[in-house]
C-alpha cells in the first residue's frame, strides 16, 4: 500500500512541478512539452493493446469489454461532452480562455483526468506489479504537460498566480483520490480489482487515444509523430527489464 501511495505522490509532484514552473514564469520550450506528450502517447497506447486488453480479457472473460468500454466512455463524457475545451500544453490561445465559466471547465476536466490517472495506477499496481510499474512510467510521462495546461489556463484567464498553483495542487489531490479509491473499491468485492483493472484499460485507451494523439497532429513539427514511435520502443524496453529484474 505505501508503494502505491508513493508512487501516487511522485505523479502529483510532477503536476505540481508543471504549474510551479508557469507561475515562476520559466521558459519551457514547446517541443520539449510535445516530446513529451508523444512519448506518453506511444508509451500508453503500447501498453493498451499488448498488456492491459488482453489481460483484462484473461481475467474477466467475455465481460471485460464491457468494462473497458465503460472507462472509454465514461471519461469521453466527463472530458469532452461536459467539458468544452480541453487539451495537453501550456495555453497560448488567449481568445479561447476569456471567461471564469471556460477555466473553471477546463479545470473540471483535468481534475476528472487526474482522478482517472490515479485510479489507473492504483488498479494497475495492485492487480500486477509489472504492469502497474508501466502504467505509472505511461501517466508520469505526461504528468508534467498537465500540470503546464492548468496553470497557464488560470493565467490567460486573468486568475491570480495564486489561483493558478492552487489549481495544480488541486490536480495532484485528484490524483491521490484516484489512488485511495481503488483501495476503498476493492474492500466491496474481491472482484472488484479485477473490474478497476478492466476500466482503467478503457480509461488509458481513451487517453492515449483522444486527449494525447490530437495533439501530436496538431503539431506542424514533423519529429514529434515519430516521437510515438520512440513511446513504443521504450515501452517494450521497459517491460523486458522489467522482466528480467523481476522474474
Known sequence: MLIIILFGLIAAAAEVLGGVLIIMRKQWPAKIQEYLIALSAGFLLALVFIELIPESIHLLGSTAPLYIILGFGMLHFFEHTIVSHLHFGEETHSEVMVSGVASLSA?????????????????????????????????????????????????????????????????????????????????????????????????????????????????????????????????????????????
Do not use: W
Open 107 to 247: 479545470f473540471a476536466g483535468l481534475c476528472i483526468h487526474a482522478f482517472f490517472d490515479g485510479l489507473s495506477i492504483s488498479a494497475g499496481l495492485q492487480f500486477n506489479f509489472s504492469i502497474g510499474l508501466l502504467i505509472f512510467l505511461a501517466i508520469l510521462l505526461h504528468k508534467l504537460p498537465e500540470g503546464l495546461t492548468i496553470a497557464s489556463i488560470m493565467l490567460v484567464s486573468n486568475q491570480p498566480r495564486k489561483v493558478a498553483l492552487y489549481a495544480s495542487f488541486a490536480l495532484g489531490i485528484a490524483t491521490m483520490l484516484g489512488i485511495v479509491a481503488v483501495f476503498l473499491i476493492a474492500r466491496l468485492h474481491a472482484s472488484a480489482i479485477g473490474i478497476a483493472f478492466a476500466f482503467s484499460a478503457g480509461v488509458a485507451t481513451y487517453v492515449g487515444a483522444s486527449d494525447l494523439i490530437p495533439e501530436i497532429n496538431r503539431s506542424g513539427n514533423r519529429i514529434t509523430p515519430l516521437i510515438v514511435f520512440g513511446g513504443f520502443l521504450l515501452f517494450y524496453l521497459s517491460s523486458r527489464l522489467l522482466e528480467l529484474y523481476l522474474r
